[in-house]
């Protein structure tokens, strides 16, 4: 594949939990350290889009010319509402919140009812699934109530449309993948920690991940697109012999009653 042209690489940002003080655990960012990172953004003058909104521009060839970027949060967590929100509306920057349905009502996540309340912000709402599996490992029947049943759940929440899709864990697969593709979703997220750029798998998008210990540094070489690779097109090798151990690890758990191999999304940064 020819290698894009760097001003048509797009940082996408990674965020979970936004907490009001320091971070107690590494998935989240304190709101303060989120708020400098955003102001970094802003201050390049990109045009910032929800995951919806990009892909039908890029399928309808009318992104600006202007340096693109997009900010994503995953899973549920009240935070990203109550703090990340105002932080995005102050700065004017666009954002997507996939949100996890199961996780919804539950301590520190945001509730049903605040979530109706998001209708017409600048926040799109897309979906994580249901019960934030691997959906790579797990039967394909499984895999599409995660994913078309968290998009039900979600329309009728919000009564709109929704039409992004994040992948748990980041782990995907040709199943996977296709099962997004047939419950109507436009486009789906991974993780790669990568550069996502135009031409990108639209339903594989590469991000890069803030966790609580990435420098505020760092953060601000990924919004000036330096200092991370470029996501590939094609599966590496290791990610297709990295599925392969979780699948048997799943399969010796459920023999043996035992747990299932841990993961984490940082383990997605091959490539999906």
């Known amino acids: ?19 009001a003080g320091r971070p107690d655990e590494p998935w989240a960012i304190g709101s303060h350290e989120l708020r400098r990172q955003l102001q970094m953004l802003a201050a390049t003058g990109a045009a910032t889009f929800t995951a919806s909104d990009y892909a039908n521009r890029c399928r309808s060839a009318t992104l600006p010319e202007t340096p693109l970027a997009m900010v994503t949060f995953d899973d549920a967590h009240a935070g990203v509402v109550d703090l990340a929100l105002p932080i995005l509306q102050e700065l004017g920057l666009r954002a997507t ?16 009812s605040a979530l109706r309340g998001l209708a017409g912000t600048d926040l799109e709402i897309g979906s994580h699934s249901i019960g934030h599996p691997q959906l790579d490992v797990i039967s394909e029947h499984n895999a599409w109530i995660e994913i078309a049943r968290s998009r039900a759940i979600l329309e009728d929440l919000i009564g709109s449309a929704v039409t992004s899709f994040s ?45 609580a210990d990435t420098p505020t540094a760092v953060v601000g070489e990924w919004i000036n697109r330096c200092g991370a690779p470029i996501a590939r097109r094609s599966e590496a090798a290791r990610t297709r012999l990295w599925r392969r151990y979780r699948r048997t690890r799943m399969r010796l758990g459920h023999r043996t009653g035992q747990p299932a191999v841990a993961s984490t999304e940082a383990a997605d940064d091959a490539d999906g």
């Not at 099962?179 to 135009?198: I, M, P, Q």
């Open 1 to 19: 594949m020819r290698s894009p042209d760097s001003s048509r690489l797009v940082p996408v940002l990674l965020y979970h939990h936004v907490v």
């Open 97 to 112: 919140f996939f949100v996890t349905t199961g996780f919804l009502g539950k301590p520190d996540n945001i509730s049903a």
């Open 167 to 211: 992948y748990p864990h980041g782990y995907h697969g040709p199943v996977a993948r296709r099962l997004v593709e047939r419950a109507g979703y436009e486009t789906a997220h991974a993780v790669k920690n990568s550069f996502s750029y135009v031409g990108d798998d639209l339903l594989a998008v590469a991000r890069l991940t803030v966790l």
